[in-house]
């Protein structure tokens, strides 16, 4: 998808780009990509993670295949335009676990003349949309959904279903604790789950 140019020039408007799919996607992957583009193409770029995300590293932006790019991880959302001044280009990863303030942010970057692109998890595990994420694919003016490819049945997949037992909303992991399942594996393992949890009650 080549998104770096527009019909007409004299618009100084940026723009907002979504990756969005469950884990194991390839969405930090994509970003990544984006991103080198921008800099090999000589763009100023920066690149933000919520500073809670440290399974790979604490200041760069991994991807599952260990493709990375240096990042500036920021507590809360509101961090990000005081660090973003003089950029052409914006990567934020994981954009599910910041607040609702990501959205605001994103639009004000992009009414800058800045191009936001922004990776994340549609859903959590529980198959709900997952925070900002919503209002930022409603908000952006492209968005590209990846899949990953389900572990039961070899179809698409865009569930990330929780292995272990643990009901906090956030709970970073990888393949010990996440599996990405196809619609059909994701039903019938919440069946399975809802079942055993009925069970243990009697």
């Known amino acids: 998808m080549f ?6 020039q004299n618009e100084q408007f ?3 780009e979504v990756i969005c799919g469950s884990m194991f996607s390839g969405k930090t992957e994509e970003l990544i990509r984006r991103l080198k583009r921008a800099k090999f193409a000589q ?3 920066e690149i933000f993670k919520p500073s809670i995300d440290t399974r790979y590293d604490d200041e760069m932006v991994v991807s599952h295949d260990a493709n990375e790019i240096r990042s500036t991880p920021v507590p809360a959302a509101a961090n990000i335009p005081i660090l973003a001044t003089n ?13 609702d303030e990501i959205v605001r942010v994103c639009n004000d970057l992009a009414n800058r003349g800045v191009r936001v692109i922004v990776a994340g998890l549609d859903m959590d ?25 389900c ?3 070899g179809n698409l997949a865009h569930y990330s279903h929780r292995t272990v037992q643990n009901d906090n909303l956030v709970l970073l992991g990888e393949v010990q604790e996440y599996e990405p399942l196809s619609r059909a594996a994701y039903f019938k393992a919440m069946q399975k789950s809802a079942s055993e949890i009925e069970s243990g009650k009697k």
């Open 125 to 149: 595990f529980k198959g709900n949309p997952f925070g900002p994420m919503p209002a930022l694919m409603a908000t952006a003016e492209y968005v590209t959904k990846v899949h990953a490819v």
């Open 151 to 153: 572990t039961k049945t």
């Open 14 to 16: 940026g723009w907002i």
């Open 43 to 45: 763009q100023t770029v």
């Open 87 to 99: 950029v052409d280009v914006v990567g934020i990863d994981e954009a599910q676990f910041f607040d």
């Open 3 to 8: 998104l770096e140019n527009t019909v007409n």
